[in-house]
């Protein structure tokens, strides 16, 4: 850090999708005492995506009429007019989001890992210590994502096997036969990817979320990905084989056995594990209630038991309302700034566009997935 102990009214952890958002948020409302911290660079964890990867949520440039770009996380910006894609690869959305922040000239330093954040008696800040040295601020939002903690020991053996957030692209993978386990979006991912190869897939799912017609796309699968898992399959490329819980991977000659508890199947190929990624709040678990199995959040998406630490990002959850896509999340960066700003006694009348475009989303009750037709 520039100087000694510096101290912050927010410090924002995480400088991807979420922590750049709510940058600009703070930005607009005129809170100019605040950096964001990276432990990597600017849309790190989309620019490590698979080559092949690509955003599920469709971009579309609608702001003029009132709909803002779906993978947008500022007013007036829209990543399909920037690079005129609908499904953007990470390596663009990344560069998105390196644009917004030179645009709002957001404080953010890089290369920057948090070690501890400790919350002050009496409600008096946190106290943030880094690889570069200690600061303070009266406020943090967590904002560090999950793509950098995959879920890599969900069963025996699974040290065996190769995790989709490892690969850097599918075209680096040997052989012509695989076994993916996991059957939801990065799964599908993985299958329909390699099946463009021309390779052959057997995707084993514990349920059979390519049959889930759930409207949420936090639960099924996205119209995106169904098409091209369907378009794989019809090529007789993908084998589908749903509830199937996985229990153990086995090295065994001439390549690996995947097994469940009354089948088995060869792989000539290490398995692909698509199970998911683990909430970055585990880093700072002991500050959040876990009872109901997800961090205990007010309405303001602040902790329950640590005053002062806020959420922003795919970890904010509200009971069965879960914000784990951007279009999501995004519509409660206001939500947070707006409480932050009241307590800093700060006026918030600019705050009134992010009402008008659907950006500050303060009344769960109205969120329902429900859809007749």
């Not at 922003?312 to 069965?320: C, D, I, K, L, T």
């Not at 409480?339 to 969120?367: H, K, N």
Request: charge should be negative; hydrophobic fraction near 40%.
């Amino acid at each position: 850090m520039n100087t000694k102990n510096p101290q912050f009214d927010v410090v924002i952890v995480g400088a991807g999708a979420a922590g750049i958002g709510c940058g600009v948020v703070l930005k607009d409302l005129g809170i100019e005492n605040f950096v964001i911290l990276e432990r990597h660079q600017v849309g790190a964890s989309f620019s490590r995506w698979p080559e092949e990867m690509r955003f599920i949520t469709p971009s579309f440039p609608s702001h003029g009429f009132g709909l803002l770009d779906l993978n947008s996380v500022a007013l007036k910006t829209s990543p399909a007019l920037t690079f005129g894609q609908e499904h953007l690869s990470g390596k663009e959305y990344a560069l998105y989001l390196e644009t917004i922040t030179e645009y709002f000239q957001l404080p953010i330093k890089t290369e920057t890992d948090v070690e501890t954040i400790t919350a002050l008696r009496q409600c008096k800040g946190f106290v943030i210590q880094t690889n570069r040295g200690e600061l303070r601020s009266q406020f943090v939002i967590w904002a560090a994502g999950e793509f950098q903690y995959p879920r890599l020991n969900p069963f025996l053996g699974a040290n065996l096997c190769i995790h989709n957030s490892q690969v850097r692209s599918w075209s680096d993978l040997e052989g012509d036969e695989f076994v993916v386990i996991g059957g939801y979006e990065s799964g599908v991912d993985a299958a329909s990817n390699l099946a463009a190869l021309g390779k052959k897939v057997k995707l084993l799912d514990r349920n059979s979320s390519w049959a889930n017609l759930d409207p949420d796309p936090s639960i099924s699968l996205s119209p995106y990905s169904l098409k091209r898992l369907e378009i794989a399959y019809s090529l007789g490329r993908v084998e589908l084989i749903g509830e199937k819980q996985i229990e153990e991977v086995k090295a065994v000659k001439n390549g690996y056995v995947v097994e469940s508890e009354y089948e088995k199947w060869f792989s000539s190929t290490p398995p692909i594990l698509c199970t998911g990624f683990d909430s970055s709040l585990k880093q700072i678990a002991p500050m959040f209630d876990w009872s109901n199995g997800y961090a205990a959040l007010t309405q303001e998406d602040e902790s329950t038991l640590t005053p002062g630490l806020f959420v922003v990002g795919p970890s904010v959850r509200h009971g069965e309302l879960i914000f784990c896509f951007i279009y999501k999340f995004r519509q409660r960066f206001a939500v947070v700034v707006n409480a932050i700003a009241q307590r800093l006694d700060i006026d918030t009348t600019p705050l009134q566009v992010y009402r008008r475009e659907g950006l500050f989303l303060d009344d769960l009750s109205c969120c329902d997935n429900d859809c007749v037709c």
